[in-house]
């Protein structure tokens, strides 16, 4: 088998993957062989021409319409995926809400809370959604999308760093506990990595950043994609409970 067909037989939940990031995880394990289920909310129009993309090259995918900070809507999203893909055995948590940065002074209470209930809450109810059948096959991945924000520090971002970081407490938790069941939970950590979302950031703060990477270019999907289609594979059966930093070395620790 090559590793371009090495996902064959698993079937992959991509959420929010309509566009940006989570558009160009579904295409890189789509890619790889994986079955894949993109999910949208707000517009899943765009999450059926993903899905209509990888089909178009020769992949199975379908998308559905789910709200996955809900426990009622990640239940039926399931449902629906299993009869019509089969089992979930990846899971990519990648659907966020916007992401304003503030000082703490302008930040609300329930601000804070919906930025748990994506990065904290969501991992927790589709894993423990898709647990028993990847505990009776003997094999899962869960990878969570975070940030390079957390080791970065971030200021004037404390609800969504608080929230990646609570993200990430919750992977490193998971991977020891899931470990003995054939289940590796993995952290893909992407830089600022400009796509939909941010057209309309202001065009010096792009240029700031970009003149800090090491790497001399912008990321792109893809990077992340080929990323968590690493953390995927059979091959890397092994390693569980780690970051992956994506962002040309802004990191290096």
Known sequence: ??????????????????????????KSLGAAGA??????????????EVADEIIAKGGQAIAIRADVSKESEIKSLLEQAGNELGPIDII???????????????YGEDFYRSMLDFFVISPFLLTQAALPGMKERGWGRIINITSEVFACSNPNFSAYVAAKGGQI?????MSKELAPFG????????????????????????????????????????????????????ASSFITGQTLHINGGMTPW
């Open 169 to 173: 407490g919750w992977s490193r938790s």
């Open 35 to 48: 079955r894949v289920v993109v999910n949208a909310y707000n517009n899943i129009t765009l999450g059926q």
């Open 1 to 26: 088998m090559t590793t371009d067909q090495a996902l064959d037989g698993h079937v992959a939940l991509v959420t929010g993957s309509s566009k940006g990031l989570g558009a160009g995880i579904a």
């Open 183 to 234: 289940i590796t939970v993995n952290m893909v950590a992407p830089g600022w990595i400009p796509v939909e979302r941010h057209a309309d950031d202001p065009q010096e703060d792009k240029d700031g950043y970009l003149s800090q990477i090491p790497a001399g270019r912008w990321g792109t999907p893809d990077d992340i994609g080929n990323a968590v289609k690493f953390f995927a594979l059979p």
């Open 92 to 106: 990519v948590p990648n659907a966020t809400p916007p992401q304003p940065q503030k000082p703490i002074e302008e």
